[in-house]
């Protein structure tokens, strides 16, 4: 069964920083785009960055402070979130896609089931 568990999320003060992991298993992780997500409480959710093979793609709210990077040896994508501010509070989910970054959310085939950041002081 094909599977992304995401990890690291937690309470972090304003200022701080974090980095989300995205495991995958039952598949191979470097055939596949991994695209990062959030949502906000009471919000849509919203793409922040995806990775394919060595590129980063930048979603809708990607420009700033994420980092990507993946682990193919680890079956494990990363998201480097620095400078966190309160409006970074959110579910934060990974998903993958086969081969490119798509352009339509739909088109990711897998889904994990989110990691909760909180930014608050």
């Known amino acids: 069964q094909s599977q992304l568990v995401e990890s690291g999320g937690g309470l972090v003060q304003p200022g701080g920083s974090l980095k989300l992991s995205c495991k995958a298993s039952?598949?191979?992780?470097?055939?596949?785009?991994i695209g990062w997500f959030r949502q906000a409480p009471g919000k849509v959710r919203e793409g922040v960055l995806c990775l394919e093979w060595q590129k980063a793609v930048d979603l809708d709210s990607g420009k700033g402070h994420f980092v990507v990077s993946r682990d193919n040896a680890k079956s494990t994508a990363y998201l480097q979130i620095e400078n966190l501010e309160p409006e970074d509070t959110g579910v934060y989910y990974c998903?993958?896609?086969?081969?490119?970054?798509?352009?339509?959310?739909?088109?990711?085939?897998?889904w994990g089931q989110g990691t909760q950041v909180t930014v608050s002081s």
């Open positions: 039952g598949f191979a992780l470097n055939y596949y785009a």
């Open positions: 998903a993958a896609r086969l081969n490119a970054c798509p352009s339509n959310d739909n088109e990711y085939h897998i």
